[in-house]
């Protein structure tokens, strides 16, 4: 795939999080937070795999690489 459609998987599956995060905050019943909770979880470990992927396609150095998928393991492990 190309640099540019890796950066779009990201960008889409990283906002994801903070939207469902929104809607999961917002939810009129237990079922609903957690529902959307655990969608915002499945984003983020997408996340992690994208960032994982432009690294070791060397889109990202290592120092790039092991900021962003530190705050990115945070929001996985919070």
Known sequence: ????????????SGTSIGANNAEACNAISKAGFKSKSFIALKEARESLYWIELLHRNS??????FCSI?????????W
């Open 1 to 12: 795939q190309s640099v540019a459609a890796l950066c779009n998987q990201l960008l889409r």
């Open 59 to 64: 889109y990202i150095d290592d120092k790039q």
């Open 69 to 77: 998928y530190a705050d990115c393991e945070e929001l996985v492990n």
